[in-house]
Structure formats: structure tokens, C-alpha cells
């Protein structure tokens, strides 16, 4: 049931534009998505609901395709602070649990 | 407003020792988590208290690992004895309410088992 995460790892340049998938094998009902520097705390950066909007969180902004049972995160313009490694927690339908995926580890170079 | 504090951040035992590791919550937040993440995975949910009830403990291994959160607020997770395995991250993370509320995290106690 752990969500699948795509690409594993992302080289950019700062001002570059990257895009990470997050993919169900079972329906969802919510996605979440965190960002997680080197030994610290995940963040938390948004949440989709099924049959939500798509959000948006400055440059960072996500999608929900309920047709596909995945997540996009989409990361334009970046930025060196956005560097880290991006985890999206899937909840299914008539489950209360979060099961994270196993992580995009994103690298902005100046 | 503070976040999720834990303590202590790193820890370093021999094996077969016992270790305990504490997490208050953000004030007001119902709901507590216990996590594991092993390096370079997602955190794994150990245990969720929902007040000072267990309501999901399916993925605790019970003979060595306990949890307790007394009188639903602060909450310590022990292992005893710890094994070489057990080395890994322990998150702890709070939600408001009780089912697909945004969870956040505090910054985790590192174990290093020897």
C-alpha cells in the first residue's frame, strides 16, 4: 500500500522548474505532502482532498488526479531553500492512516 | 505558538539496554503519533493516541516497545531491550483533530544502537 514516488532524486539549478509524482495502487481519498531538510523535522506543505482544488503554496503548488490515484508536486522557479527531501503521505478511503512514500530527494544548486 | 518538542535528540545505547524516548504536543492537539523513520525511507506510524487512547497500534512490536500518553497530553515511547535494528529516527507528531488532520512533527530522536 506505500505510495510510489517518482523521480527518486532531483538535480536542478536555482530558477530551474521540477515536477514529483506521488502514485497509488488503491484509491485515495487525501494526499499530503511534507518537505524534510537533513536531520530535521518534516515540514508540512499542503494537503488534496479527492475532489479538491488543485493548491498552491507559493512557487510550490500541487494536483490530485482521482483517475490516475496520484499526486503531482509542482516546484517552479526554485529556489535554494528548497532543498530536501519531499515525502507525500496518501490516506485511502475509510482509513484514518497516513502511509508515506519513500521520499524525492530534491538538490538546488546556485 | 511551539511546535512538537522531543527529547532527547540523539541517543546512543549498547544493545540490550533500555531507552525511553518523550514528546509533548502542540497545546490542544488531540491526537498524538509515533513514528520511525530509517534513513533514507518515510516515516512508518508505530502507534496513534486519540486522547490517552491507543487507537492504532497494529505496526508496535509489543514485546520489546510500549507507549503511554498519561492523561493525554505528553507521551514517552520505551524499548526494552533494544536490538542493533532499532537504530533509526523515532518522530513524534500531533493533529488537532481526529481523522486527516495535518500532522506535525517535532524533530525526532536519533537512536544509535551499539
Known amino acids: 500500500q506505500q505510495p510510489v514516488q517518482s523521480p527518486q532524486a532531483v538535480i536542478l539549478r536555482e530558477g530551474e522548474d521540477a515536477v514529483i509524482n506521488c502514485s497509488s495502487s488503491?484509491?485515495?481519498?487525501?494526499v499530503h505532502w511534507y518537505r524534510q531538510k537533513h536531520g530535521e523535522a518534516p515540514v508540512f506543505l499542503m494537503i488534496l482532498l479527492k475532489g479538491g482544488e488543485q493548491k498552491g503554496h507559493e512557487k510550490i503548488s500541487a494536483s490530485f488526479n482521482e483517475k490516475k490515484q496520484q499526486s503531482s508536486l509542482y516546484l517552479t522557479a526554485s529556489q535554494l531553500s528548497y532543498s530536501g527531501t519531499y515525502f507525500c503521505?496518501?490516506?485511502?478511503?475509510?482509513?484514518?492512516?497516513?502511509?508515506f512514500g519513500t521520499g524525492t530527494r530534491l538538490q538546488v544548486f546556485p | 505558538e511551539a511546535g512538537v518538542v522531543q527529547s532527547p535528540r540523539y541517543k546512543i545505547i549498547e544493545k540490550k539496554q533500555p531507552v525511553a524516548f518523550w514528546c509533548n504536543p502542540i497545546s490542544g492537539h488531540n491526537t498524538l503519533y509515533w513514528y520511525l523513520q530509517n534513513l533514507g525511507q518515510g516515516p512508518e506510524l508505530l502507534i496513534r493516541y486519540e486522547n490517552e487512547e491507543a487507537v492504532d497500534d497494529s505496526q508496535l512490536p509489543k514485546d520489546r516497545f510500549s507507549a503511554e500518553r498519561l492523561k493525554g497530553v505528553d507521551s514517552t515511547l520505551k524499548i526494552q531491550p533494544a536490538e542493533l535494528g532499532d537504530s533509526a529516527v523515532y518522530l513524534c507528531?500531533?493533529?488537532?483533530?481526529?481523522?486527516?488532520?495535518?500532522?506535525?512533527f517535532g524533530p525526532g530522536t536519533r537512536l544509535t544502537v551499539l
Open positions: 488503491k484509491a485515495l481519498y487525501s
Open positions: 507528531a500531533s493533529s488537532l483533530g481526529y481523522t486527516g488532520d495535518t500532522q506535525y
Open positions: 503521505g496518501t490516506r485511502l478511503g475509510g482509513t484514518d492512516k497516513l502511509i
